[in-house]
T-cell receptor
C-alpha cells in the first residue's frame, strides 16, 4: 500500500525567502503525486500534480515541485514567499492501479514572518 | 459560481443521535468524496462515489454511511455518532476520479459529546 510522509510539521520563513517543503512517498511503482494547500478556515485547493513526463512540475501561485524517483520524493518549492502563502500544505499520492482514492500526508504548516 | 457546499458548517451533538451532513456540487462532477481531518493525521478518506448509485469505502468508513441518489448530492450519515467521530469533515468533487483536481467544500466541524 502506498503512504506519504511529510517530515516537517511546521516551518517558519521570512517573507521573500525561498521555501522548500518535503514530501516522501512509499510505493512499489511511480504513483500519481499531488500538492494541495489549505488556507486558514478553507477547504483544500490543488497547487500542482505529477502524472508522468517532465519531473519538474509548475503549479499555481508560483509554486513548483520536482519528482525524484531515486529519492522517492516530491518536494514543493517557491523562490520567494509572500505573506499570503501562510497555510497548511498537504502532499498526496495515488496508485496508478486499484482503488480511486488519494492518501494524504499529515501536512506542513507554513508561517510567514514579515 | 462553481462550488461545493456543505451543511451545517458547525454541529454539536450527543452520542447516539443520528445526523446527516449534506454535500452538494453544481459542477456536474461525477466523482465525490468525504474526508475527515484530524490533528496529526491529515486527511483520511471515508467514502467516495464514482457516479450515481456507485459508492465505495475509503480508509476509515466505520461508523459512516453515504448515498448517491443524484449526481449533485452526496450526504454523509452518522447513524449513531460517537465522540471519536469528533472531527473536521470535508466533501470534495472532481470531474472524474480522485486524480483529477478535487474541489473541496468549506468543511463541517462536528463535535460529539
Amino acid at each position: 500500500a502506498q503512504s506519504v510522509t511529510q517530515p516537517d510539521i511546521h516551518i517558519t520563513v521570512s517573507e521573500g525567502a525561498s521555501l522548500e517543503l518535503r514530501c516522501n512517498y512509499s510505493y512499489g511503482a511511480t504513483p500519481y503525486l499531488f500538492w494541495y494547500v489549505q488556507s486558514p478556515g478553507q477547504g483544500l485547493q490543488l497547487l500542482l500534480k505529477y502524472f508522468s513526463g517532465d519531473t519538474l512540475v509548475q503549479g499555481i501561485k508560483g509554486f513548483e515541485a520536482e519528482f525524484k524517483r531515486s529519492q522517492s520524493s516530491f518536494n514543493l518549492r517557491k523562490p520567494s514567499v509572500h505573506w499570503s502563502d501562510a497555510a497548511e500544505y498537504f502532499c498526496a499520492v495515488g496508485a496508478r492501479t486499484g482503488a480511486n482514492n488519494l492518501f494524504f500526508g499529515t501536512g506542513t504548516r507554513l508561517t510567514v514572518i514579515p | 459560481e462553481a462550488q461545493v457546499t456543505q451543511n451545517p458548517r458547525y454541529l454539536i451533538t450527543v452520542t447516539g443521535k443520528k445526523l446527516t451532513v449534506t454535500c452538494s456540487q453544481n459542477m456536474n462532477h461525477e466523482y465525490m468524496s468525504w474526508y475527515r481531518q484530524d490533528p496529526g493525521l491529515g486527511l483520511r478518506q471515508i467514502y467516495y462515489s464514482m457516479n450515481v448509485e456507485v459508492t465505495d469505502k475509503g480508509d476509515v468508513p466505520e461508523g459512516y454511511k453515504v448515498s448517491r441518489k443524484e449526481k449533485r448530492n452526496f450526504p454523509l450519515i452518522l447513524e449513531s455518532p460517537s465522540p471519536n467521530q469528533t472531527s473536521l469533515y470535508f466533501c470534495a468533487s472532481s470531474l472524474q476520479g480522485a486524480y483529477n483536481e478535487q474541489f473541496f467544500g468549506p468543511g463541517t466541524r462536528l463535535t460529539v459529546l
